[in-house]
Each structure stands twice: as structure tokens, then as C-alpha cells.
């Protein structure tokens, strides 16, 4: 089955830094990838996701960029806010095929941002 | 806004009792996943329905766990009997297979402790 590496697993920034989490893939298959941010006691909610077709996205303050080749992909945050605390965590997907498949996650990256 | 719950939100028990956590799934989503959280494991799949039929449950322990959807809006996760080890964070997370989208929405999660 797939296998997603997650680094760096603790990262801290100054309010108004950014941040990068990467994250490797082993499955060439995979080809759909969002990243989830998790606070603390709370459900993990999507941030933003990148299909395979696709070599970067971007959301306001967030951005994924992906690397086929390589089978890397990664989380930017830039202009960091304390409300970013959080556990963030990367995944890949097996969709067979389908739309909607299973999520392999990686460990996750807790990022703490000071004021 | 729709979301996905859960219930209950805890639970203690005493190692040998069974547990029954439940989940109801977005409206019209036809696709429920069951998530296991642990600080050693991570996030990891057990199972997976699609329009009520299980596609994938090689992530469960099969001896203890069972997973079913008795109808489109309930899913629902036994341990008979519960071991400490079985002591983690159970999410649920629903989708729509063929709607466009690869997202999954997560509940709020049972947290299951068993002593």
C-alpha cells in the first residue's frame, strides 16, 4: 500500500514567517492529495488540496505544490498568524479509479507560531 | 452547514465490555470511512463503505471489531470484547463518491478509552 512521509513532525515560526511541511509519496498511483489541520481536541477540517494534473494551488494565505516526478508534495503557509497552531497533516489517495478513496496519512507536523 | 456526528463523544469502559460508536454520515453522501487516531499510529483507515457496502475493512481487526451501515444515514463501529490497546481517538468521515469532489468531512470524533 501507499506509504506518506511527513517532515518536519514539530515546527516553530514568528507571527508573520512562513512555513513549509513536506511531504513524500511511494505509490505512483496516488493522484489526489490534501492536507487536513487538526486543533487541538478537534476534528481534522480541510485546508486545501491538489489533484495530480495539477502542479501547484493556491488559497489566500496557503498554497500545495506537487512534484510527480519526484512524488513529493508540499504545504506553504506564508504570513503566519497564531490562530495556525495546529497539527497539520498531508495524505495521499488511492481512488482506484474513483473519485473518493481511502486516505493515507502522514504522522503530521505540529506548527506553533509565536506572537 | 452540514457536518458529520458522532456519538457518543466519550467513552470509559472496562476492558472485556463491548463498545458501539455511531456515526451519521453527511446527508446524500454515499461514502463513510472509519479512522483510528493513536500517538504511536497516527491516522489509519479500518474501513470503508460505499453506498452502504463495505469496499475495504483490511485496516480492522477482524477477531474484535466489526463495522455496518444499517441504512444510508447510520454507520456504525463495535469492539466486542475491548482491550486497552483499543484506547484512541474514532473518527468517521463521509463523502460523495462521484460528486465532483474527493473531499472528506470528518465528526468530532469518539474518544474511547477502555481500562
Known amino acids: 500500500g501507499e506509504n506518506v512521509e511527513q517532515h518536519p513532525s514539530t515546527l516553530s515560526v514568528q507571527e508573520g514567517d512562513s512555513a513549509v511541511i513536506k511531504c513524500t509519496y511511494s505509490?505512483?498511483?496516488?493522484?489526489?492529495f490534501p492536507w487536513y489541520k487538526q486543533e487541538l481536541g478537534k476534528r481534522p477540517q480541510l485546508i486545501i488540496d491538489?489533484?495530480?494534473?495539477?502542479g501547484e494551488k493556491k488559497d489566500q494565505r496557503i498554497a500545495v505544490t506537487l512534484n510527480k516526478t519526484a512524488k513529493h508534495f508540499s504545504l506553504h503557509i506564508t504570513e503566519t498568524q497564531p490562530e495556525d497552531s495546529a497539527v497539520y497533516f498531508c495524505a495521499a489517495s488511492d481512488d482506484r479509479g474513483s473519485t473518493l478513496g481511502r486516505l493515507y496519512f502522514g504522522r503530521g507536523t505540529q506548527l506553533t507560531v509565536w506572537p | 452547514d452540514a457536518r458529520v456526528t458522532q456519538t457518543p463523544r466519550d467513552k470509559v469502559t472496562e476492558m472485556g465490555q463491548e463498545v458501539t460508536m455511531r456515526c451519521q454520515p453527511i446527508?446524500?453522501?454515499?461514502?463513510v470511512f472509519w479512522y483510528r487516531q493513536t500517538m504511536m499510529q497516527g491516522l489509519e483507515l479500518l474501513a470503508y463503505?460505499?453506498?452502504?457496502?463495505?469496499?475495504?475493512d483490511s485496516g480492522m481487526p477482524k477477531d474484535r471489531f466489526s463495522a455496518e451501515m444499517p441504512d444510508a444515514t447510520l454507520a456504525t463501529l463495535k469492539i466486542q470484547p475491548s482491550e486497552p490497546r483499543d484506547s484512541a481517538v474514532y473518527f468517521c468521515a463521509s463523502g460523495s463518491e462521484g460528486g465532483g469532489t474527493d473531499t472528506q468531512y470528518f465528526g468530532p470524533g469518539t474518544r474511547l478509552t477502555v481500562l
Open positions: 446527508l446524500g453522501h454515499n461514502t
Open positions: 463503505f460505499r453506498n452502504r457496502a463495505p469496499l475495504d
Open positions: 505509490d505512483s498511483a496516488s493522484n489526489y
Open positions: 491538489i489533484r495530480s494534473n495539477v
